[in-house]
């Protein structure tokens, strides 16, 4: 190799052309969370009015070790046991003698138009009959407690 290309490249290798680009790509990696891949902060980049190459923001993210997150996890309410637990009054007898003796109730979701819709009923044991039931968009305790004011309602002095 000759002196003077040694030189050359050596003098080169130490500006990185790519400095201010690299600081915009961390900017909007950060201000969005990291929720952004190369492809998204690729348009943000051709928002901001610089032309540049999807493949260009990939090799440029790789090297500065950003990553883009997998989406969020899937939210579980189930913690466990918490609190007490009930006895077992009904001792898997699901059959009543006489109506308004045993009732059962239930939280069910379902998808809706690609949204989530809560159906809370009360049902009669004796016969199947629905008592009362209540639908609502967030599963509230006020879901169960109207609902069963409902049902209550419903029921006859003597009852």
């Known amino acids: ?34 929720r952004y891949g190369y492809r998204r902060i690729t348009y943000a980049l051709r928002n901001l009015g ?23 996890v899937k939210y579980r309410s189930y913690k466990g046991q918490i609190g007490r637990l009930t006895e077992n009054v009904l001792q898997r007898q699901f059959k009543a003698d006489k109506p308004n003796q045993k009732w059962a109730i239930d939280v069910t979701e379902f998808n809706v138009n690609g949204e989530k819709l809560y159906l809370s009923p ?6 199947g009959e629905i008592i009362a039931f209540q639908t609502q968009r967030r599963p509230h305790y006020n879901l169960v407690k109207d609902m069963l004011d409902n049902a209550i309602n419903r029921l006859k002095p003597d009852e």
């Open 50 to 72: 610089i032309t540049i190459n999807h493949k260009r923001t990939l090799r440029l993210m790789q090297l500065m070790g950003l990553k883009s997150r997998i989406r969020a």
């Open 122 to 127: 009360i049902i009669d044991l004796f016969n």
């Open 1 to 34: 190799m000759a002196r003077s290309t040694y030189f050359y490249h050596q003098s080169k290798s130490d500006t990185d052309k790519h400095t201010d680009l690299k600081q915009q790509i961390r900017e909007i990696y950060h201000q969005h969370k990291g």
